[in-house]
């Protein structure tokens, strides 16, 4: 009988191993099968557990980078990393504090996070650029100041190049 999930008469009568889970089963799944679970995660990486970090790190990259592009536009792919480390480092020094209240909890923490370390981005931005701006300003004026004396000096040294000319005469 080729109507078999296997294809192949010999294992018609055979029940498999593994199936997939359908998604109606997924609660039920997760509560069988704890390290799948972010709660199991989250007691993990509270206990240390390195593999249990990178398995976090794994989840929700993806989403935080998101969340980074789309509060800075353009954001150099340097940039995004240091961000991202930023965020991390707080996840990890944060993460005792943090209360798993269900499905999606731990995922709005982080997007928590991540929006506020980007508005904290933003504003040191915007402050480095008006130090920036007020910087170019003042060696503008700088600059305009010794042009300004340059040309005075000129004008002083011609006149003490002529008066020493007389003096030779």
């Known amino acids: 009988d080729l109507g078999t999930p296997w294809g192949n008469t010999s294992l018609a009568g055979a ?3 593994w199936r997939p889970t359908p998604l109606s089963h997924t609660t039920e799944f997760l509560r069988q ?9 989250l007691a993990r990486a509270r206990a240390g557990s390195d593999t249990a970090w990178r398995e976090i790190l794994r989840r929700y990259r993806t989403m935080l980078a ?4 789309a509060s800075i536009h353009g954001i150099s792919p340097q940039d995004l990393e240091d961000l991202l480390q930023t965020v991390l480092s707080k996840v ?3 993460i005792q504090a943090f209360e798993y209240q269900g499905e999606g909890s731990f995922r709005r923490w982080l997007a928590t996070l991540v929006v506020n370390e980007c ?3 933003v504003k040191l931005r915007a402050v480095e650029l008006t130090e920036l701006r007020t910087a ?5 004026e700088v600059e305009d100041k010794a042009s300004a004396r340059s040309a005075e000096s000129s004008g002083e040294r011609r006149t003490l190049i002529e008066k020493l000319g007389e003096l030779d005469e």
């Open 15 to 17: 029940v498999p191993l």
């Open 33 to 41: 099968n704890p390290f799948g679970h972010t709660d199991f995660l």
């Open 66 to 69: 998101y969340h980074v592009r």
């Open 92 to 94: 990890v020094a944060h």
């Open 119 to 121: 508005r904290n981005e």
């Open 136 to 140: 170019a300003r003042e060696l503008s």
